[in-house]
């Protein structure tokens, strides 16, 4: 399984440490050129939405990926990456892949909460560290979006078809449990389309 991640800004290479670590093997994604290369899924890291966003646009990937994440193919997305599948940020008017029914809160904890981590039970996989980094959350879904965990009643992270959207960062705890969930979704789709092609 080829997994590429969006290279512009933020956490990406620990992503990549992690998704190695489970015998995928990784891509980054810089420019437009990066999407000649063949992948399976995508990984949109935590770092700072609206940069991410500008750097999306200006390099010319920002609408060839929102075709493909429309298309369905799998997405993780911690922190920023959550604010840039959000279809509505809460008083922004800022909209990004919009992917994702549903919306979201930047820097939603405070500055005293700025940072912090908890565990937390994660829908259909069991207790998870979760370390929250400036990070948003997500005020409200419409249908069809899972909520997978909350937080102190705030929810924190969901599942949307093939995108799965985290407000922490999972890829800076010692746990592998959410990156194998995701590479679990990424063998699915994979084999799900192997089965379309053959028939
Ligand atoms: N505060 C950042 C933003 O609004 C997200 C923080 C993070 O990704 N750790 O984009």
Redesign the pocket.
Same mark, same amino acid.
């Given at each position: 399984m080829k997994i590429a991640v969006l290279a512009l800004q +933020?956490a990406f290479i620990e992503h990549e440490k992690v998704l190695s670590e489970l015998g995928a093997e990784c891509i980054e994604l810089r420019n437009a050129e990066d999407l000649q290369q063949d992948f399976d899924a995508l990984v949109l890291p +935590?770092?700072?939405?609206?940069v991410q966003g500008k750097l999306l646009r200006e390099s010319g990937m920002f609408e060839p990926l929102k075709e493909r994440i429309e298309a369905g193919m799998p997405v993780l997305a911690?922190?920023?990456g959550m604010?840039l599948l959000a279809d509505h940020i809460a008083d922004d008017d800022t909209r990004h892949f919009a992917t994702i029914p549903m919306t979201v809160k930047?820097?939603a904890y405070g500055r005293q909460l700025g940072s912090f981590h908890a565990y937390g039970e994660l829908e259909t996989v069991g207790q998870v560290p979760m370390t929250f980094?400036?990070?948003?959350y997500v005020v409200s879904v419409e249908d069809g979006v899972e909520m997978l965990a909350q937080v102190d009643g705030r929810i924190v992270a969901v599942r949307y078809g093939n995108q799965l959207a985290l407000a922490f960062?999972p890829e800076l705890d010692a746990d592998r449990q959410v990156h194998s969930l995701f590479t679990e979704m990424v063998e699915a789709y994979l084999h799900g389309s192997q089965q379309r092609h053959s028939a």
């Open positions: +933020g +935590g770092g700072e939405s609206t911690t922190c920023a604010i930047r820097n980094i400036r990070a948003p960062h």
